[in-house]
């Protein structure tokens, strides 16, 4: 490809110049080092694959604009194809469009001479760059890529869908491939590609792969650095989000969702309360076990199998907003009540006396299946108060996610209980604590990065050899749904607490 001298010979040599000179963007040290290198393997056909991991927000989406605005305009006198495929077209590939379309129009060399083609063909002449879409329905085959093959956010991209129908469109041109992506998991197809190009590298020494961190970014821009830090301050450095999003960190697949360090944030080292205390914000969080005593399997079905596996089991957590949490709200777990074997009747009046006895702001409770009756009975009840939550696969892999999050930036809370004074309430936190060891997860490949978890079928205590429930974990969970009230402004208390709230709940607490 050599022998495509452009009309404009200083684009040849310095794409950096291109971009500051034509477009009005100088860019960042972190984001040269890329450019030169896929633009020497495709002006000089050395089909090299690059893998190219930015940090959130730091400049990827631009930097993929810029080159491809580049190559257009260097090889507009020749019919060089280009290809660039996304997770899905809306809104992924669609984005992709309309950022190369700003940069173009933006461009003094292509403002008036780039056309859009078939609605997805974007031309400069006669080189042209095609905007596919790689989710696992899409048709596809038929495209070639003669220059540059990219692949946006690979890690969200299946690997059979790259290998199938993605990968020949470069196969008999030798074209440079490019994977933008973010980090994930290792089985990605983003992750699979880097570990091919690091081999690669120890063979020949030629950069490949390019994988910054928030620290790269920071280093040229303070203000990114400050957002950074805010945000592990909000969710914590463990959280998928920061690992993945800022520092480039993969994380397992699968494996146990609550390692030792995630459970030792959990702990506040407080002495527990001993009922509800004046003046103090609560909220309820009921998972509802079915009458029949129901499973809900690791995607939220609920199932007729091992009847004796979970309870209905309730979490009251105290709820604090302050400058330290970032005015978000932190939850302490204060008390717990689980049932077993009592009608939906029985369990509505129960609940709704003790959320009355501790003047709950707000009741979360799980609405799956049979359980949507009792959530329409409590709503009657505690008007305004109650929130249903419905289990699927797609909603308890949020709440999943989201929980974590709560959990990682330090805003669950477990407090002491006196073993002999509150011995109920210490057993149930050791059954809370037992449930969270032997928590799994599995984090699907796609897009939705949906993730199944949940205590396994056969899961057993260490302690006493019996099954291990997750209706405490669950229960928990529910805290996530809290994250969108606005504590501000929430209506005043339900009623003034009797004298003595828990008078007759000795044996359910």
């Known amino acids: 490809m050599t022998q495509f001298i452009p009309h404009y010979k200083w684009l040849l040599s310095d794409p950096e110049r291109f971009a500051k000179n034509a477009s009005g963007i100088t860019l960042r040290k972190y984001q040269r080092g890329v450019l030169a290198a896929i633009f020497d393997s495709v002006l000089n056909q050395r089909g090299l694959c690059f893998v190219v991991i930015f940090p959130r927000q730091s400049g990827k989406n631009e930097l993929q604009a810029q080159l491809e605005t580049y190559l257009l305009t260097l090889f507009s006198r020749y019919p060089v194809e280009m290809v660039k495929v996304s997770p899905t077209l809306k809104p992924q590939a669609l984005n992709a469009m309309r950022r190369l379309e700003r940069t173009v129009k933006k461009n003094t060399l292509t403002r008036r001479i780039w056309v859009k083609e078939s609605g997805s063909i974007y031309r400069v002449g006669e080189a042209r760059i095609t905007f596919l879409s790689a989710a696992p329905e899409s048709s596809i085959v038929g495209a070639t890529a003669s220059a540059l093959l990219e692949v946006d956010e690979a890690q969200d991209v299946l690997s059979l869908k790259y290998e199938k129908d993605v990968a020949p469109m470069g196969a008999s041109t030798n074209a440079t491939r490019v994977f933008w992506g973010t980090s994930w998991t290792s089985q990605t197809l983003l992750a699979q590609q880097m570990r091919c190009a690091l081999e690669e590298e120890k063979r020949d020494g030629v950069r490949r792969v390019f994988r910054l961190t928030a620290d790269d970014v920071a280093a040229e821009i303070t203000a990114y650095r400050r957002h950074v830090e805010e945000t592990i301050q909000r969710l914590g450095r463990d959280h998928p989000t920061v690992r993945t999003q800022y520092f480039s960190e993969e994380i397992d697949g699968e494996g146990g969702l609550f390692p030792p360090r995630r459970l030792e944030r959990m702990r506040s080292g407080e002495p527990a309360p001993h009922g509800p205390q004046e003046g103090r914000l609560y909220a309820l969080l009921l998972d509802v076990a079915g009458e029949d005593e129901g499973v809900r399997g690791i995607e ?21 907003i302050s400058d330290a949490s970032h005015h978000l709200p932190v939850y302490t777990a204060v008390w717990r ?7 939906h009747t029985q369990l509505h009046h129960e609940v709704r006396d003790i959320a009355l006895a501790w003047n709950a702001r707000a009741v979360v409770v799980d609405a799956t299946g049979v359980g949507a009756g009792l959530a329409s009975f409590l709503d009657r009840s505690l008007p305004g108060r109650v929130t249903p939550f419905t289990f699927n696969t797609a909603s308890k892999s949020n709440l999943g996610w989201d929980f974590v999050g709560i959990v990682d930036s330090g805003r669950w809370r477990e407090p002491l209980f006196d073993p002999e004074r509150q011995p109920q309430q210490a057993f149930m936190q050791q059954e809370f604590f037992a449930q969270l060891r032997a928590c799994q997860f599995q984090v699907n490949e796609g897009p939705e990065r949906r993730m199944k978890w949940g205590v396994p079928e056969t899961a057993r205590s260490p302690e006493n050899g019996e099954l291990l429930h997750d209706d405490w974990i669950l229960s928990a969970a529910l805290s996530a749904v809290l994250e969108k009230v606005d504590w501000h402004t929430t209506a005043p208390a339900l009623i ?10 000795e044996g359910k607490f």
């Open 496 to 505: 003034v607490p009797a004298p003595d709230p828990l008078q007759g709940m």
């Open 300 to 320: 939220g079905a609920l199932s007729p199998s091992n009847p004796l596996r979970d309870a209905n089991a309730l979490t009251i957590v105290e709820i604090k």
């Open 337 to 343: 009540a689980q049932w077993k074997g009592v009608s």
